[in-house]
Nanobody, 119 residues
Framework: QVQLVESGGGLVQPGGSLRLSCVAS????????MRWYRQPPGKQRELVAT???????NYADSVKGRFTISRDNAKKTGYLQLNDLKPEDTAIYYC?????????????WGQGTQVTVSS
């Protein structure tokens, strides 16, 4: 079994910054792709950023230039740096990863961390 645990969320004023972390643990041979999703209040979950095992990244248009995704493969940890935050960034942020295990590859989700941007 694999667990993804996010942390780093909180309340921040517009223009502020946060750094989210996602730590993976359990029966992991390798983590392929790591992703961050978010779900704003009353809306559907949306993909925010993606990073491959070799460091290739991709971002939603709404966060390009403000958010940065990264990872530390040795620590099995992913990060999402959120800068210049706006009220519309308020959401629960979820970590997602494609994991290679002994038996089969599988996708896992974290429990989410709340980010609230408000003055």
């Amino acid at each position: 079994q694999v667990q993804l645990v996010e942390s780093g969320g909180g309340l921040v004023q517009p223009g502020g910054s946060l750094r989210l972390s996602c730590v993976a643990s359990g029966s992991i041979l390798r983590i392929y792709v790591m992703r961050w999703y978010r779900q704003p209040p009353g809306k559907q979950r949306e993909l925010v950023a993606t990073i491959t095992s070799t460091g290739n990244t991709n971002y939603a248009d709404s966060v390009k230039g403000r958010f940065t995704i990264s990872r530390d493969n040795a620590k099995k940890t992913g990060y999402l740096q959120l800068n210049d935050l706006k009220p519309e960034d308020t959401a629960i942020y979820y970590c997602n990863a494609d994991v290679q295990q002994r038996v089969a590859d599988r996708q896992y989700w974290g429990q989410g961390t709340q980010v609230t941007v408000s003055s």
